[in-house]
C-alpha cells in the first residue's frame, strides 16, 4: 500500500499539478456549488427512450472540476472500490487535457464510461469526498466526470486501445460477458493471452445489455467497450453455455488452460405467494429482457411484452426503479413502486429513485404484498396489501419492517413486476460437483486472488457476490487477471 | 449463425429440418431443446431436439406452425441461416430399463417424442406408443416411431386415419390389456391434462415434458414457472420433463395464453407482409 501512497504523492508533485493549484484559492473553489446534471425534461423523457442525463459540457465540466481541491490526502479514491485516481482525472479536466483524464480513468477502471453513469457515487468516491466529510457540502461531481472524461474520449474517435504484450500461446476461457468478465478478458489480453469469452445470450454485455435500460445506460457505450477489447484480440462466441453446450472438461481438452466464471446472478426471486403465477405477474429480469435484449418496445420486433395501463413493481432496488420506469414508457397510465421499508432504506441509487418521482411514478412504501387476485381467465387484477412498520433496529443496524395487523387492503393492476432480488446461477455450479459453493450458491474463492476450489477456475462478480454492483464485479474481473496469471506463471 | 442442411415437409403445417449445430449434435440427449432466434428481429423459441447426426454435425427439430417465429422457420429452405441457435438445454430424460413403457403423443409432440421412444427401446423396455392427431394430414413421424416401437396404435380425432378417437381412448384400451410401468405424455397442454389423468386413474408413473412459454431457456427469467407438486418450477431449468401427475395443468395453459392478444397481433401483421411480397 505504501507503494500506492508514494506513487499518488508523487503524481500530485507534477509540476503542472502543482501549477494547476495555484490558479486558484482554495477559497474560491470550495464557494463554488455542485453543478447540476443536464436532464431531458421529465415529461418527455418519461415515454420515450432518450438517455434522462445529457452528459456536461466541456466548460462546465472544467469549473466543476476546479471545486476539487487535490487533496493531500485524496479520501474520495478509498471510496471508490477500483481506486481509481480521482484528483489526477479531475485536474487533467480542469486543465482541458481531457484524453489524458480519460487515460487516467484507464488505468484502473476498464469501463469509465459505464461506471460515470451507473456507479453508485453517493455511497462510494463522493461520500468520501472532502466535501462530504469536511466540510458538509455537496461532494465535486466525480460520476459526472467520469462520464464526461469517457464520452469525451469515445466521441472523439481517438480511443486508446492499450497495449499488448506479444502472445503467449495460452488459450484463456471466459464465462459470461457481463463487466467482470470484460473486465478481466481486457487484462489477460493485455498480458498476451489469447482470451475467449464463450456468452449464453445472442448478445454480448450481460446485464449492461439486458438488465440496464438504454435510457440510463446507451448500449452503443457498451459496445464501443467491446469493440475496443476485439480490436486487442479478445474473441466473442455467442450462444455457448459453458457446462450445456461445452463442459469445462471438454474446454480443458480444446487446449483451454485456465477459466475465469463470471455468470452473474441472474436467477430471479419470487416470494413465493399466493396467485403469484397468475397471467400479468413477471420477474423484472422477465420485463427488462423483452424490452433490452428482445427489443420488444420497437416496430417490427417480434417479442411482445405485457403493456399494462396500471403496473406494480414490487421492490426497491436499481433493477425495481428500471422496471417501473420502463412501464411508464410502455406507456402505463399508473406506475406504482410497492415497497416494504421506507423511502430512506431503498438500495436503489439516489439519482433513478429522484428520476423516477419527477417522471410520475408511485411510491407506496411501507407496504408488501401478500396476494395476487385474478380473474376469471387467470389474469392478475388486484394486489392484496399489508402495511408495515418500521421495528427496532436489528444487529445489523437496519430497523426491520414488521407487518401492521389488520391493515390489509386491495389495490388494483393488471401488471406486476416482482423485482425482489436475483440468486447467482446455477448453472456453472450444477456442472461441476467439485466446486466449492456456498449455501447461497455463490462460489467460494480466495479473497486474494480470485481462485476457486479448482485450481485452473477462478471467479468474480456476481456469482461470487451475489447481486452487487457493476463497479464491484469489474473489480473483481482484475484482480482475478493478476490472480490468474501469476498461477499460471508458477505454473510453467 | 447456423446453416440449414435440409428440409422435409410432414405436412401443411409440420417442416422438419436439417440444422448444422455440431457441438449440440455430440453434447444432446433424448429430451433436451434448443433456443432458436430466426433473424436479428426474432424472438427467442424453445424447440426440442427430435434427432442428431454426431457425423453430419446436424440436429433435427420438427416444427409445427402456430405463429410468427414458427412460420419463419419453417419458410427456412436448405442454405439459410438460422440467426441464433443455443444448446442443448433442460433435462435429459431419465432412460433407463423400466419394464414396459408407453409412450404416448399428440400432434407436434410426437416430434419430441420420438428420440425418448428411441432411447427407451435402447435401454431394453417393451415400448407401446400412441400418436395422436386431428386427421391423417397431421400425422407426423409414424415410420419412425414404428421403427423402435413394439406397437404403434394411431389415433385420429375425425377416424381419418388409424382409429377414430382421443388420445385417452387409445391409452385406455392398451392399459385395460396389459401392465404398463411407465408412462410418458408429450403434446398440446389440454392433451398432456388429460392422458395424465387417465395413467394417474390407473396409478401408472408418468412424466410429461411441458411445452410454457419461454424467453432465455437458461433460467434466467422466469416465464417458464409452473407449479408442480405445489412448488413453483422453471421448465427450462428443472424441467421439461416433470412428474405428470403433480403438474398444475389449468395454470399452465392459462399462462400460455398470457400474450395471446399481442401474438395474435403479430401474425396477422406478418400475414400482411407475406401476402404483399
Ligand atoms: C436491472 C438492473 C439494474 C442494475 N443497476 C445497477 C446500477 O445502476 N449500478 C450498478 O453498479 N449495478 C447495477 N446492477 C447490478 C450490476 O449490473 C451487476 O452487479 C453486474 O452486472 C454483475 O456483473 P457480472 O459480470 O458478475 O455478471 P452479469 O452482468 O450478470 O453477466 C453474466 C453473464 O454471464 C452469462 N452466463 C451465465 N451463465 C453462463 C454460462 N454457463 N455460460 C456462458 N455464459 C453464461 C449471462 O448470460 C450474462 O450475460 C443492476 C442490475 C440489474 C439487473
Ligand atoms: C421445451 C419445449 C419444447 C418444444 N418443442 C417443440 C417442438 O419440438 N416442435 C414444435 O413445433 N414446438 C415445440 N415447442 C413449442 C414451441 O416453442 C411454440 O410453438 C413456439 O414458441 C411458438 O412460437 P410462435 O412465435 O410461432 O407462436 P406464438 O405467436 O408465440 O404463439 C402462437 C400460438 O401458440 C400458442 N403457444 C405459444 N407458445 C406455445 C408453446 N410453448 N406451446 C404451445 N402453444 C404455444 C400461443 O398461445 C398462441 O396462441 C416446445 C416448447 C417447449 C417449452
Ligand atoms: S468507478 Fe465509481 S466509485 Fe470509482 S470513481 Fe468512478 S464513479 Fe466513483
Ligand atoms: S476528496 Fe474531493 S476534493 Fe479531495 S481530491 Fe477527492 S474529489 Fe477532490
Ligand atoms: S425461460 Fe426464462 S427462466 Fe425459463
Known amino acids: 500500500m505504501d507503494n500506492r501512497a508514494d506513487y499518488l504523492k508523487a503524481e500530485r508533485s507534477a509540476e503542472w499539478r502543482e501549477a494547476l493549484r495555484k490558479t486558484m484559492k482554495n477559497k474560491e473553489r470550495t464557494a463554488q456549488l455542485r453543478v447540476h446534471m443536464p436532464e431531458a425534461p421529465a415529461q418527455e423523457r418519461a415515454r420515450s427512450y432518450v438517455e434522462v442525463n445529457s452528459g456536461l459540457t466541456a466548460p462546465i465540466a472544467m469549473k466543476e472540476a476546479s471545486r476539487c481541491i487535490d487533496c493531500p490526502d485524496p479520501t474520495c479514491i478509498s471510496g471508490c472500490p477500483v481506486n481509481i485516481n480521482i484528483p489526477k482525472f479531475v485536474k487533467n479536466i480542469e486543465r482541458g487535457e481531457f484524453l489524458e483524464a480519460a487515460r487516467t480513468l484507464k488505468e484502473t477502471n476498464a469501463l469509465p464510461a459505464v461506471c460515470g453513469r451507473v456507479c453508485p457515487q453517493e455511497k462510494q468516491c463522493e461520500a468520501n469526498c472532502f466535501y462530504t466529510i469536511k466540510l458538509n457540502a455537496e461532494p465535486v461531481a466525480i460520476g459526472y466526470l467520469e462520464r464526461f472524461a469517457a464520452d469525451y474520449e469515445q466521441n472523439s474517435g481517438a480511443i486508446s486501445i492499450p497495449e499488448v504484450a506479444p502472445a503467449n500461446g495460452m488459450k484463456i476461457a471466459v464465462v459470461g460477458s457481463g463487466p467482470a468478465g470484460l473486465a478481466f478478458a481486457g487484462d489477460m489480453a493485455k498480458l498476451g493471452y489469447e482470451v475467449h469469452i464463450l456468452e449464453a445470450l445472442h448478445e454480448i454485455g450481460g446485464v449492461l445489455k439486458y438488465g440496464i435500460p438504454e435510457f440510463r445506460l446507451p448500449n452503443k457505450m457498451v459496445d464501443v467497450e467491446i469493440e475496443s477489447l476485439r480490436k486487442m484480440g479478445v474473441q466473442f462466441e455467442t450462444n455457448f453455455i459453458v457446462g450445456k453446450t461445452a463442459t469445462?472438461?471438454?474446454?480443458r481438452e480444446e487446449g483451454f488452460k485456465g477459466f475465469f466464471v463470471s455468470s452473474g446472478a441472474?436467477?430471479?426471486?419470487?416470494?413465493?405467494?399466493?396467485?403469484?403465477?397468475?397471467?400479468?405477474i413477471l420477474s423484472s429480469n422477465e420485463y427488462l429482457t423483452r424490452v433490452n435484449l428482445m427489443g420488444a418496445s420497437r416496430q417490427g420486433m417480434d417479442t411482445p411484452v405485457m403493456r399494462g395501463k396500471r403496473v406494480a413493481v414490487i421492490g426497491g432496488g436499481n433493477t425495481a426503479m428500471d422496471s417501473v420506469r420502463t412501464a411508464l414508457r410502455l406507456g402505463a397510465e399508473k406506475a406504482t413502486i410497492i415497497y416494504r421499508r421506507s423511502l430512506e432504506e431503498m438500495p436503489a441509487r439516489v439519482e433513478e429513485v429522484k428520476h423516477a418521482q419527477e417522471e410520475g411514478v408511485e411510491f407506496l412504501t411501507l407496504n408488501n404484498p401478500i396476494e395476487y387476485l385474478g380473474d376469471d381467465k387467470g389474469k392478475v387484477k388486484q394486489i392484496r396489501l399489508q402495511k408495515m412498520e418500521l421495528g427496532e433496529p436489528d444487529a445489523s443496524g437496519r430497523r426491520s419492517p414488521q407487518p401492521v395487523e389488520g391493515s390489509e387492503y386491495l389495490i388494483d393492476a393488471d401488471t406486476v413486476v416482482v423485482s425482489v432480488g436475483v440468486s447467482p446461477n446455477p448453472l456453472i455450479p450444477q456442472s461441476l460437483p467439485d466446486l466449492k459453493v456456498s449455501r447461497w450458491g455463490t462460489i467460494e474463492v480466495d479473497p486474494e486472488t480470485l481462485q476457486s476450489s479448482i485450481p485452473d477456475i477462478f471467479a468474480g462478480g456476481d456469482i461470487?457476490?451475489?447481486?452487487?454492483?457493476?463497479?464491484l464485479a469489474m473489480g473483481d474481473g482484475r484482480k482475478a487477471a493478476a490472480g490468474m496469471h501469476q498461477h499460471l506463471q508458477n505454473a510453467r | 449463425m447456423n446453416k440449414v442442411v435440409s428440409k422435409r415437409q410432414f405436412s401443411e403445417n409440420v417442416v422438419g429440418l436439417d440444422i448444422e449445430a455440431p457441438r449440440i449434435a455430440k453434447a444432446r440427449k433424448a429430451g433436451h431443446f434448443v433456443m432458436v432466434r430466426v433473424d436479428e428481429k426474432g424472438e427467442r423459441i424453445p424447440l426440442t431436439i427430435s434427432s442428431a447426426d454426431v457425423q453430419r454435425g446436424t440436429i433435427t427439430l420438427v416444427i409445427q406452425k402456430v405463429g410468427v417465429t414458427s412460420r419463419k422457420l419453417t419458410a427456412l429452405e436448405p442454405g439459410d441461416m438460422v440467426h441464433d441457435l443455443v444448446g442443448p438445454l433442460g433435462h435429459a430424460t431419465e432412460v433407463k430399463k423400466y419394464g414396459t413403457v408407453l409412450?404416448?403423443?399428440?400432434g407436434v409432440g410426437v416430434a419430441p417424442l420420438l428420440p425418448i421412444v428411441e432411447a427407451m427401446k435402447a435401454a431394453g423396455n417393451r415400448v407401446i406408443s400412441v400418436i395422436a392427431a386431428r386427421n391423417k394430414e397431421l400425422v407426423i413421424l409414424e415410420d419412425q416411431i414404428r421403427a423402435?416401437?413394439?406397437?404403434?396404435?394411431?389415433?385420429?380425432?375425425?377416424?381419418?386415419?388409424g382409429r377414430k378417437g382421443l388420445i385417452t381412448e387409445g391409452m385406455e384400451s392398451i392399459i385395460e390389456r396389459e401392465k404398463i410401468d411407465q408412462a410418458v405424455i408429450i403434446g398440446p397442454g389440454i392433451m398432456m391434462k388429460f392422458a395424465s389423468l387417465t395413467t394417474k386413474k390407473h396409478n401408472i408413473p408418468s412424466i410429461a415434458s411441458l411445452n410454457t412459454i419461454m424467453v432465455d431457456g437458461t433460467g434466467m427469467c422466469g416465464a417458464c414457472r409452473v407449479t408442480v407438486g405445489g412448488k413453483t418450477r422453471f421448465v427450462c431449468v428443472d424441467g421439461p420433463e416433470f412428474d405428470a401427475h403433480e403438474v398444475d395443468f389449468d395454470e399452465?395453459?392459462?399462462?400460455?395464453?398470457?400474450?395471446?392478444?399481442e401474438e395474435q397481433k403479430a401474425d396477422q401483421e406478418y400475414s400482411c407482409q407475406v401476402d404483399k411480397k
Not at chain 1, 469445462?248 to 474446454?251: G, K, Q, S, T, V
Not at chain 2, 423402435?148 to 386415419?161: K, N
Open chain 2, 252 to 261: 399452465m395453459l392459462s399462462r400460455l395464453n398470457g400474450y395471446k392478444d
Open chain 1, 266 to 280: 441472474g436467477l430471479p426471486r419470487f416470494m413465493n405467494i399466493p396467485g403469484e403465477n397468475l397471467v400479468g
Open chain 2, 103 to 106: 409412450c404416448c403423443g399428440g
Open chain 2, 148 to 161: 423402435h416401437s413394439d406397437e404403434v396404435l394411431v389415433m385420429t380425432d375425425d377416424g381419418s386415419y
Open chain 1, 464 to 471: 461470487v457476490r451475489g447481486g452487487a454492483t457493476v463497479i
Open chain 1, 248 to 251: 469445462i472438461d471438454d474446454l
